[in-house]
């Protein structure tokens, strides 16, 4: 019943139109920017949502910053909840007004894995590194120049941008401080992530992450399930803050709708203190 009213708040918002008389008047929920990255060579489209009170209060109030990878699938749908949880017209203040960057995707494969697999063709995997170096060494000192931001930043990511998110946790140089981990794509060269936790360094301790596991089917749910369930015990096995790592698993969503009720949880979860 809460996911329905969830949804239901979602559509209205986003489809929203004020009407006076003969007259329209559009609502817009964000605007969009062009960054041009020398780390990637080549531009990049990203979407950005303002918080309510932003016009009013950011001479002298500073705002968190949410990352959204699979920028254009999912950035309607983040604004919509980070609105409903934290926008002071409904008096929710679930979490905090922050500022959302969606980046549009060039090629997920490349900019969302760290590790090649071998395949019979070229293909263009294992960037990931170089896709976070442009997110924390070009367009996070973007948005902090131009924005009234705090240094409290979350990553979120789904599927393969859930792996990238694990991949940003482990990493002691990640400028993060929270990750929303949404299905993770843990079966890509899944020996090497189990080997890299490992050696996550005692940075990454003091950070939150949540893990969302959704259900895959009969075919692949319990090797999906296995795969996040042993990645968070040996995190956990490791973590000197067990509290700050949690993995929620929902048997009613698959792959493709666990992220509405996922980013929600989520961030109920990152902001639970």
């Known amino acids: 019943m809460k996911y329905q009213i969830i949804t239901y708040l979602l559509i209205l918002f986003l489809g929203f139109q004020t009407v ?14 062009k960054i041009y990255s020398n780390i990637l060579n080549e531009e990049r489209t990203c979407f950005i949502s303002l918080p309510d009170s932003y016009k009013e209060h950011s ?6 910053v ?31 007004e922050m500022i959302i960057v969606a980046i549009e995707n060039v090629n997920r494969e490349r900019d969302f894995t760290v590790t090649k697999l071998k395949t019979k063709r070229a293909n263009s995997m294992g960037g990931g590194r170089n896709f976070l170096s442009f997110i924390e060494k070009e367009l996070i000192p ?13 990553l979120v990511g789904h599927s393969l941008g859930g792996l990238l998110a694990v991949n940003s ?11 929303l ?14 080997e890299k936790v490992n050696s996550i360094p005692q940075s990454s301790f003091n950070k939150k992450l949540y893990i ?6 009969e075919a692949n749910q319990e090797r999906n399930k296995k795969r996040h369930v042993a990645l968070f015990n040996l995190i956990k096995k490791r973590h000197k ?3 700050n790592i949690k993995l929620e698993y929902f048997k009613s969503e698959n792959h493709r709708s666990v992220p509405l009720v996922a980013i929600y949880q989520g961030l109920r979860y990152l902001f639970s203190d």
Request: contains cysteine; hydrophobic residues 35%.
């Open 66 to 96: 949410l990352i959204l990878l699979d920028g254009y699938t999912y950035f309607k749908t983040t604004v919509g909840i980070v609105h409903f949880m934290s926008s002071s017209r409904n008096r929710n203040n679930i979490i905090p």
């Open 142 to 154: 973007f948005v902090d120049k131009t924005y009234s931001t705090q240094a409290n930043r979350i």
């Open 169 to 179: 946790y482990i990493d002691e140089n990640s400028l993060f401080d929270d990750y």
């Open 212 to 217: 969302a596991t959704a259900n895959q089917g």
């Open 20 to 33: 006076c008389g003969q007259s329209k008047e559009n609502i817009s929920i964000g605007s969009a920017f």
């Open 241 to 243: 803050i067990p509290k």
């Open 59 to 64: 001479e002298f109030k500073d705002y968190p």
């Open 181 to 194: 981990s949404i299905d993770p794509s843990i079966w890509w060269d899944d020996k090497t992530m189990l």
